[in-house]
């Protein structure tokens, strides 16, 4: 069993920037890709960013592409997600999740994730 807890959300102008956290339990974290996914009030969970539990590998939403970077630190059973030049369409609740499944890349697909954190609210202003 792996727990996640996201930290680093909060409120921001828009063109601003924010680094969530992820801090995960457990000594699998290295052998697990990470995901960002993220839900708007009234709106399906989406994806954000993944990376490969090497770190080698990443992916992003078209959304976020050249503004969103992950990264991760299996030292520190962290994953990051630094958040440049944030719009109010951004405004969420930021889900970190962890996929058991070790693949060069990372999915994409939320129902592919088995470990999920509680979530952190990212608040953008206009």
């Known amino acids: 069993q792996v727990q996640l807890k996201e930290s680093g959300g909060g409120l921001v102008q828009a063109g601003g920037s924010l680094r969530l956290s992820c801090v995960a339990s457990?000594?699998?974290?290295?052998?697990?890709?990470m995901g960002w996914f993220r839900q708007a009030p009234g709106k399906g969970r989406e994806f954000v960013a993944a990376?490969?539990?090497?770190?080698?590998?990443?992916d992003y939403a078209d959304s976020v592409k050249d503004r969103f970077t992950i990264s991760r630190d299996n030292a520190k059973n962290t994953v990051y997600l630094q958040m440049n030049s944030v719009k109010p369409e951004d405004t969420a609740v930021y889900y970190c999740?962890?996929?058991?499944?070790?693949?060069?890349?990372?999915?994409?697909?939320?129902?592919?994730?088995?470990?999920w954190g509680q979530g952190t609210q990212v608040t953008v202003s206009s």
């Open positions: 457990g000594r699998a974290f290295s052998s697990y890709a």
């Open positions: 990376i490969a539990w090497s770190g080698r590998n990443t």
């Open positions: 999740a962890a996929d058991r499944v070790t693949a060069v890349l990372p999915s994409t697909n939320p129902d592919e994730y088995d470990f």
